[in-house]
């Protein structure tokens, strides 16, 4: 598969797991009304924290990239920050998650990502900015 493809795979694997991360905040609400009181965090909760977590560090180390001017040296290091989130929010959703299908894609997104960080990292020591 070539890298292209396998970016593209990526994406759609981040997508993916985004949409669970959104259809799963926009479906929290405040039922401390219903006579429950205040409810500790749920696991969803976490999970919703380390989803934002992997967010915040990624949009942070994209922001702080130092763009050479070689467009596939700047895409290549601005991929392995992206890579690592989608890694991270899939760490998630494998400690926190329930669906079979959803953890199967997950468990395929940190093996995939992994692997393209590794190819990512290598071609960056072979092919300098300059």
Do not use: C
Not at 86 to 112: C, F, H, N, Q, T
């Amino acid at each position: 598969m070539n890298l292209t493809k396998k970016i593209l795979l990526a994406l759609m694997a981040v997508a993916m797991l985004a949409t669970v991360f959104l259809e799963t905040a926009s479906a929290q609400t405040d039922h401390s009304g219903h006579g429950a009181g205040a409810m500790s965090a749920t696991s969803d909760n976490a999970a919703s924290a380390e989803y934002k977590a992997a967010m915040d560090k990624m949009h942070a180390a994209m922001s702080a990239q130092q763009y050479t001017g070689n467009a596939d040296v700047d895409f290549a290091a601005g991929m392995i920050p992206h890579h690592q989130a989608a890694i991270d929010m899939a760490k998630a959703v494998l400690e926190y998650g329930k669906d079979p299908e959803i953890r199967k894609l997950a468990e395929a997104v940190v093996s995939a990502q992994e692997a393209e960080i590794k190819q990512l990292e290598d071609w960056l020591k072979n092919n300098p900015a300059n």
